[in-house]
């Protein structure tokens, strides 16, 4: 026996009703396959929407965005993710960085005896744009030596100023006490 395709069909759409007739021809139908195991109809493929676009990769000159889908069935054959061009103006020139105004000099790290201070610039005049260069080999830090006095001579001078400063208020309890005669 050759192999054969089948397939059936039932009279119930409608039904006959009220005394209506049943449904002409026949409920079952064959036919002989033309390959050897009769492979059945394939399944029809099933998919999800497409997604959001990505990010494009590039912000001008020609970058690439994707999106993604899901097979829902057994098997898909089309394809599950898509590209497009995105940000296909030319991208402007570059803009090499350049070195911003020096800040105020921050406090001495100590109090006598030889200390620093340091001052520092941002590469922001202007900022580096569009695969410009930024500011290396420019200095952004800058150091400073500070309060190189002796300690010693420091100590001596707080005694001078605060035996003046005593003095000072003697005086003034002088003059603020009334003369008795």
Request: with cysteine.
């Given at each position: 026996m050759d192999p054969a395709q089948n397939r059936t069909r039932e009279c119930n759409n409608p039904l006959p009703d009220n005394g209506g007739a049943g449904c002409a021809g026949e409920t079952t139908d064959s036919q002989e396959c033309d390959t050897p195991t009769c492979e059945p109809e394939p399944e029809e493929e099933q998919y999800s929407g497409w997604g959001e676009w990505e990010e494009c990769d590039k912000?001008?000159?020609?970058?690439?965005?994707?999106?993604?889908?899901?097979?829902?069935?057994?098997?898909?054959?089309?394809?599950?993710?898509?590209?497009?061009?995105?940000?296909?103006?030319?991208?402007?020139?570059?803009?090499?960085?350049?070195?911003?105004?020096?800040?105020?000099?921050?406090?001495?790290?100590?109090?006598?005896?030889?200390?620093?201070?340091t001052r520092t610039r941002a590469c922001d005049n202007p900022a580096p744009a569009y695969g410009g260069l930024d500011c290396s080999g420019e200095d952004l830090e800058d150091e400073e030596e500070c309060n190189m006095r002796d300690c010693d001579s420091i100590t001596g001078i707080y005694a001078i100023l605060e035996n003046a400063l005593v003095s000072m208020r003697n005086v003034r309890f002088l003059f603020s006490t009334p003369f008795i005669e």
């Open positions: 912000e001008c000159g020609s970058g690439t965005q994707f999106r993604t889908r899901e097979c829902l069935s057994d098997s898909c054959s089309g394809n599950l993710d898509e590209d497009r061009l995105c940000n296909t103006d030319p991208c402007p020139e570059p803009v090499n960085g350049g070195v911003g105004e020096w800040s105020g000099y921050g406090p001495c790290s100590v109090r006598c005896g030889g200390g620093s201070k």
